[in-house]
């Protein structure tokens, strides 16, 4: 059974701290990761893509791969109450000979003003 | 500038009816897929399309029905509605091809069904 795991929360950060969102996976092989964000009652949105080992920053966001461990991580800096949402880590494996997409249940992150 | 547009957007059916659920993409992507998204299971793929005139089952295809019309739409039909259908079901494409596909995943907003 290929797997993405996450925490499915929810958890709660202060207003201007980092938030950290963790996501492991079964697949081993797997080279294609990407983290959306999803707000209650919408639909999930990209707002990261790694494909290689260390980290990867985009404004407040930093997503971080370590294929040894089989983990990826995303850290949102200065957290504001408009980042509160569902977080969903997506990892591409190979299932029955074609490459899907796995997504984790996501976390769910609540930052308080 | 659309990107992936979902029709409709919520629906009510009694068990035993049928219906289509309508997907465009405009962004001339190559892979389509349908996803059902209930609590605390997440997403799962119902049935994608890795190109034109091609599809396959994903994890929980009983029940549904597909067909990639033309490369910018992708429909997905129950031909017998049943409560346990009750979900909300996302339409999706990327660039990507047949199995070499590893790009990012586009959402539309969704569809809202409820079988009484």
């Known amino acids: 059974q290929k797997e993405v795991e996450q925490n499915s929360g929810p958890l709660s950060v202060p207003e201007g701290a980092i938030a950290s969102l963790n996501c492991t996976y079964s697949d081993r092989g797997s080279q294609s990761f990407f983290w959306y964000r999803q707000y209650s009652g919408k639909s999930p949105e990209l707002i990261m893509s790694?494909?290689?080992?260390g980290d990867k920053e985009d404004g407040r966001f930093t997503a971080q791969l370590n294929k040894a461990s089989q983990y990826v991580s995303l850290l949102i800096r200065d957290s504001q109450p408009s980042d509160s949402a569902t977080y969903l880590c997506?990892?591409?494996?190979?299932?029955?000979?074609?490459?899907?997409?796995?997504f984790g249940q996501g976390t769910r992150l609540t930052i308080n003003p | 500038n659309a990107g992936v547009t979902q029709t409709p957007k919520f629906q009510v059916l009694k068990t035993g009816q049928s219906m289509t659920l309508q997907c465009a993409q405009d962004m001339n992507h190559n892979s389509m897929y349908w996803y059902r998204q209930d609590p605390g299971m997440g997403l799962r793929l119902i049935y994608y399309?890795?190109?034109?005139?091609?599809?396959d089952k994903g994890e929980v295809p009983n029940g549904y029905n597909v067909s990639r019309l033309n490369k910018r739409e992708f429909s997905l039909r129950l031909e017998s509605a049943a409560p346990s259908q009750t979900s909300v079901y996302f339409c999706?494409?990327?660039?990507?091809?047949?199995?070499?596909?590893?790009?990012?995943?586009?959402f539309g907003d969704g569809t809202r069904l409820s079988i009484l």
């Open positions: 399309s890795a190109s034109e005139g091609t599809t």
């Open positions: 790694i494909y290689s080992n």
């Open positions: 997506a990892v591409n494996m190979i299932i029955q000979g074609a490459q899907k997409l796995v």
């Open positions: 999706a494409s990327d660039e990507g091809q047949g199995a070499a596909s590893n790009q990012p995943q586009h």
